[in-house]
């Protein structure tokens, strides 16, 4: 069956870095879009990065140019590299597998067009 376990998430300071792992099992991983959400208590679960099969990638505003989104094809694993972290940035993290097989440039990151989902991994930035 499908497994997508995260890891890396830990608190770190206002500023700091992190870079949290998904490892996927269960899949034909070198040709799935993959993605990241994230959830912060009382709030709606979050698009953060995405990245294709072929390496496209996608970033949501509040991350870009402080977020990269990676993968590594021959360990199955989707990779979350955070810099400059802010105290808004704290929420649980997850890694997902974005269902659809076409239309990069068109698609809308909301949570529905993933049917696969890891357990999630907590990040906590201080101020």
């Known amino acids: 069956q499908v497994q997508l376990v995260e890891s890396g998430g830990r608190l770190v300071q206002a500023g700091g870095s992190l870079r949290l792992s998904c490892a996927a099992s269960?899949?034909?991983?070198?040709?799935?879009?993959m993605g990241w959400f994230r959830q912060a208590p009382g709030k709606d679960r979050e698009f953060v990065a995405a990245?294709?099969?072929?390496?496209?990638?996608s970033y949501a505003n509040t991350v870009k140019g402080r977020f990269t989104i990676s993968r590594d094809n021959a360990k199955n694993t989707v990779y979350l590299q955070m810099t400059s972290l802010k105290p808004e940035d704290t929420a649980v993290y997850y890694c997902?597998?974005?269902?659809?097989?076409?239309?990069?440039?068109?698609?809308?990151?909301?949570?529905?067009?993933?049917?696969?989902w890891g357990q999630g991994t907590q990040v906590t930035v201080s101020a």
């Open positions: 997902a597998r974005d269902q659809r097989r076409s239309g990069w440039d068109q698609r809308d990151w909301t949570p529905e067009q993933y049917d696969y």
């Open positions: 269960g899949l034909t991983f070198d040709r799935e879009d």
């Open positions: 990245i294709s099969w072929v390496t496209r990638t």
